[in-house]
């Protein structure tokens, strides 16, 4: 039995095996480079493979990668919407922003309008521009429930 003393290509010995370190939020690696595949839930991986926290957004608890080396967030935490916002006319990116009193039970804002939601969260229906509770005589719902 031989025992490694040194890993070559940037990995580490632990635990018996030569490992490549671990890069925060990684979820999957490349087994020749080391390199991140593929992120953890809550992280996006930018153009230098380094996965990145949605949560640097505010609100933002799910992400991806847009066209700008970006985060869009695709889901935002509760009382938090996803908006659009344009940074010229090719890039634009999807962040969460603190819902307004119109936009409550609102997934999706209108950026065309000012207080006006485009999809509603699951359990409410748009009526209007307003979200209301998709179950019958229901005026109150908590997450979507009576």
Sequence with gaps: MWTCFECGN???WIEDECVWPRIEGCKTYNSTD?????CDDGFWKNTDGLCQPCSAIEGCT????????YPDCTRCAKDFSIVIEYFDQNIKQHVCRPNRRALANCLV?????ESACAVCREG?????Q??????????KPKDGVC
């Excluded at 080391?34 to 593929?38: F, N, Q, R």
């Excluded at 409410?124 to 209007?128: A, I, R, S, T």
């Design 10 to 12: 940037g990995r580490t």
């Design 34 to 38: 080391g390199s991140c595949t593929t």
């Design 62 to 69: 799910k992400c991806i990668k847009n066209q700008g080396n």
């Design 109 to 113: 804002s209108d950026d065309s309008q």
């Design 124 to 128: 409410f229906k748009l009526v209007g």
């Design 130 to 139: 307003e979200c209301v509770s998709a179950i019958p005589n229901c005026e």
